[in-house]
């Protein structure tokens, strides 16, 4: 069952599963592993990944994503890890780069968010990360994949059409864009 989206009628092809290890644009070990849902406040993988967004320059937030301020972090974490979707952090050493989740709409919809931490930039980490995510969710049973990106953001637009994401609708400053992936 969909929602009202427009959705590509082709499935794309197998994404790469976590976990997965590659060294990035910089030379850095990335470790990309799925989020398992025994950890939570206090637990020392939560912490990173509420540092990750503690440290997280607020001009690259989008949409009200991450919240600001650590409280509502920790708890816009806990709420995002508690749903039925599914997660993937990109880890250098004990420190997380990034994260990227899907966030259920149904059984079969998900919503893509990823962000990337500002030091990790720029070196092919939201690729693999996201290519992660995408394999994980297949493996999980998703069907499909939407998200919405605003339209100046050409480097986000360009990796989500690289993964196989295609332009479902275009309003004025945003654009959503959908993924079959089963």
């Given at each position: 069952m969909t929602d009202e989206r427009a959705y590509p009628d082709e499935v794309v092809e197998e994404f790469p599963r976590p976990p997965r290890e590659f060294e990035d644009g910089d030379g850095r070990t990335i470790d990309v592993r799925a989020w398992e849902g025994e950890h939570g406040p206090g637990d020392d993988a939560f912490e990173a990944v509420v540092e990750m967004y503690v440290e997280f320059d607020p001009a690259d937030r989008a949409q009200g994503v991450p919240p600001v301020g650590e409280d509502r972090?920790?708890?816009?974490?806990?709420?995002?890890?508690?749903?039925?979707?599914?997660?993937?952090?990109?880890?250098?050493?004990?420190?997380?780069?990034?994260?990227?989740?899907?966030?259920?709409?149904?059984?079969?919809?998900?919503?893509?968010?990823?962000?990337?931490?500002?030091?990790?930039?720029?070196?092919?980490?939201?690729?693999?990360?996201?290519?992660?995510?995408?394999?994980?969710?297949?493996?999980?049973?998703?069907?499909?994949?939407?998200?919405?990106?605003?339209?100046?953001?050409?480097?986000?637009?360009?990796?989500?059409?690289?993964?196989?994401?295609?332009?479902?609708?275009?309003?004025?400053?945003e654009m959503e864009m959908a993924i079959r992936l089963n």
């Amino acid at each position: 069952m969909t929602d009202e989206r427009a959705y590509p009628d082709e499935v794309v092809e197998e994404f790469p599963r976590p976990p997965r290890e590659f060294e990035d644009g910089d030379g850095r070990t990335i470790d990309v592993r799925a989020w398992e849902g025994e950890h939570g406040p206090g637990d020392d993988a939560f912490e990173a990944v509420v540092e990750m967004y503690v440290e997280f320059d607020p001009a690259d937030r989008a949409q009200g994503v991450p919240p600001v301020g650590e409280d509502r972090i920790r708890e816009w974490l806990a709420n995002l890890f508690e749903q039925d979707g599914y997660d993937v952090l990109a880890w250098h050493g004990d420190e997380v780069a990034g994260h990227a989740t899907l966030v259920p709409d149904n059984e079969t919809t998900y919503e893509l968010a990823i962000f990337v931490h500002q030091d990790f930039q720029g070196a092919g980490i939201g690729t693999k990360l996201i290519e992660a995510l995408l394999g994980h969710g297949q493996q999980q049973g998703a069907e499909y994949v939407w998200l919405t990106v605003e339209r100046w953001n050409r480097p986000a637009v360009a990796l989500y059409e690289k993964v196989g994401f295609e332009t479902a609708a275009a309003e004025s400053f945003e654009m959503e864009m959908a993924i079959r992936l089963n």
